[in-house]
T-cell receptor, first 108, second 116 residues
Framework: DAKTTQPPSMDCAEGRAANLPCNHS???????VYWYRQIHSQGPQYIIH???NNETNEMASLIITEDRKSSTLILPHATLRDTAVYYCIVGYGNKLVFGAGTILRVKS | DTGVSQNPRHKITKRGQNVTFRCDPI?????LYWYRQTLGQGPEFLTY????????KSRLLSDRFSAERPKGSFSTLEIQRTEQGDSAMYLC??????????????FGPGTRLTVT
């Protein structure tokens, strides 16, 4: 599976957009970009995934660059409950390979 | 609640004892996965099932570990002769995999194992 690089931590003000970057320069042509998050002491939660086009759902938006070597997860209006570890994963949905992720702290 | 459930939520055992965990996936999901997560690390893949068939096992899954999904519904993960290094959160996930599609995994709350 392709390796991803994420910043170890980020802060965001409550109510503002949180933009979480991910580099995946070795992604192969048909691998997807997945985002999951894990709130303390809970199981990971699926957020969104995409292949080439930008995607949006009720939780977030996913922007994938044209060369597919990086992506950004956008939480449009972050709340305190969005404080979590966010994992960017590339693959086919099977056998997820989690890195260290980004700790997002949303502050009031 | 129709999500993935895991039992027990917490298990404390003495070194050398056997333990068994149960996972009930979302009812129509055909794939079931087991992961292990130690403190401060991301989850690590252990094994997965397509219906009742175990299709892949990580080398992390030593011969003391065995997983089953006998009727393609719930799954059990057994650890024999537990060691202190087995202390971790054991996570189960499930997904509905259709031919040619992409799919997401839905995780349960995990079973936290402490080996004393």
């Amino acid at each position: 599976d392709a390796k991803t690089t994420q910043p170890p931590s980020m802060d965001c003000a409550e109510g503002r957009a949180a933009n979480l970057p991910c580099n995946h320069s070795t992604i192969s042509g048909n691998e997807y970009v997945y985002w999951y998050r894990q709130i303390h002491s809970q199981g990971p939660q699926y957020i969104i995934h995409g292949l080439k086009n930008n995607e949006t759902n009720e939780m977030a938006s996913l922007i994938i660059t044209e060369d597919r070597k990086s992506s950004t997860l956008i939480l449009p209006h972050a709340t305190l409950r969005d404080t979590a570890v966010y994992y960017c994963i590339v693959g086919y949905g099977n056998k997820l390979v989690f890195g260290a992720g980004t700790i997002l702290r949303v502050k009031s | 609640d129709t999500g993935v459930s895991q039992n027990p939520r917490h298990k404390i055992t003495k070194r050398g004892q056997n333990v068994t965990f149960r996972c009930d996936p979302i009812s129509e999901h055909n794939r079931l996965y087991w992961y292990r997560q130690t403190l401060g690390q991301g989850p690590e893949f252990l094994t997965y099932f397509q219906n009742e068939a175990q299709l892949e096992k990580s080398r992390l899954l030593s011969d003391r570990f065995s997983a089953e999904r006998p009727k393609g519904s719930f799954s059990t993960l057994e650890i024999q002769r537990t060691e202190q290094g087995d202390s971790a959160m054991y996570l189960c996930a499930s997904s509905l995999v259709l031919t040619g599609g992409s799919y997401e995994q839905y995780f349960g709350p995990g079973t936290r194992l402490t080996v004393t």
